[in-house]
């Protein structure tokens, strides 16, 4: 989806036009991938703009980082209140943040525990990133040739900047086929996760997710919608799925920073139709969590104000 610039980045502890945030050509991350980020959303609200589960996206930043052996610079309290202040500068109600935190430049070679550590945030206005029509009525995905890759390869519960061109492999081959999004299978060739959501699927009234141990990403939707679910009364179980799991499912969705709760209505040529009543009643108490009409959950809310 196309950027829409604003005024100011923030890098490495101050504010910078939103054309000088660069980094130098030869930092270690463009080369090797050693970087760790994170999705976040802010949402309008009536009470201002509100950054939807900001410690925790923070938090689980820092531990990224502390796999790969990457000392942050910056606290999560710090991080933080960086991205209010950035959120409020940029005078936005609604928005995408993106930290990113990479080895930068001083160094070449794989061995860098003494690279530099630059860390940025950046906020832009982002709309649905599966489509409103996606949202609506569902999204078309396909099994990937790609596979998820392996947790001694690649830790997945690690948001690492270079991990996700397995993802982009899948994404491209996807929409080349004519698909919106690509749910890739571990090695052992169970499902795992899609290029940037979790899966979900409904049978005889039940939720079922596969587990951490199948390779997915530990996404912070995630948790929420297996709390809401369990809020509502719905059963939610983990369990290895198989794609023959996901041809039969009665309902279809996933979850994510960027594309929220969206429904799936085909996969592989086999029809589930519109969204089904679970996902219809998750997506909508989700909805109006993140724009802070339940103050069931407003502890999941960063308030900008």
């Known amino acids: 989806m196309p950027l829409q610039p604003v005024d100011k980045v ?34 309008e609200t009536s009470r201002g703009p509100a950054v939807f589960r900001l410690r925790d996206h923070m938090e689980r930043m820092h531990r990224s980082a502390r796999i790969f052996q990457m000392e942050l610079p910056y606290s999560v309290d710090e991080m933080i209140d960086a991205t209010i202040d950035l959120i409020k500068t940029n005078e936005l109600q609604s928005c995408y943040v993106r930290p990113i935190a990479i080895r930068g430049y001083g160094e070449m070679g794989i061995y860098c525990v003494d690279v530099p550590i630059d860390v940025t945030i950046a906020v832009w206005p982002w709309g649905s990133y599966l489509g409103e029509e996606g949202v609506a009525h569902g999204v078309r995905m ?50 795992s996760e899609a290029t940037g959501e979790n899966i979900y699927i409904v049978k005889g009234g039940e939720i079922f997710t596969p587990p951490l141990s199948s390779g997915p990403l530990e996404g912070i939707t995630r948790d929420s919608v297996i709390t809401i679910a369990h809020d509502l009364g719905m059963t939610v179980k983990e369990a290895q799925l198989s794609r023959a799991d996901l041809y039969l499912a009665e309902e279809m969705f996933c979850s994510g920073t960027a594309a929220e709760v969206t429904p799936v209505r085909e996969i592989d040529g086999r029809m589930i139709g519109e969204p089904g009543p679970i996902t219809t009643t998750i997506q909508q108490k989700y909805f109006a969590i993140v724009k802070g009409e339940d103050e069931k959950y407003h502890d999941w809310l960063e308030f900008v104000s």
């Open 10 to 43: 923030w890098m490495n502890g101050r504010m910078v036009d939103w054309k000088d945030a660069t980094v130098h050509v030869l930092s270690h991350a463009l080369h090797y991938g050693t970087g760790v980020f994170e999705g976040i959303r802010c949402y």
């Open 142 to 191: 396909t099994i990937s040739s790609w596979r998820r890759h392996d947790p001694n390869i690649i830790p997945p519960t690690a948001k690492v900047t270079g991990a996700y061109v397995n993802s982009v492999a899948a994404k491209i081959e996807a929409v080349q086929h004519g698909f919106d999004e690509a749910i890739m299978l571990n090695p052992q060739g169970f499902v």
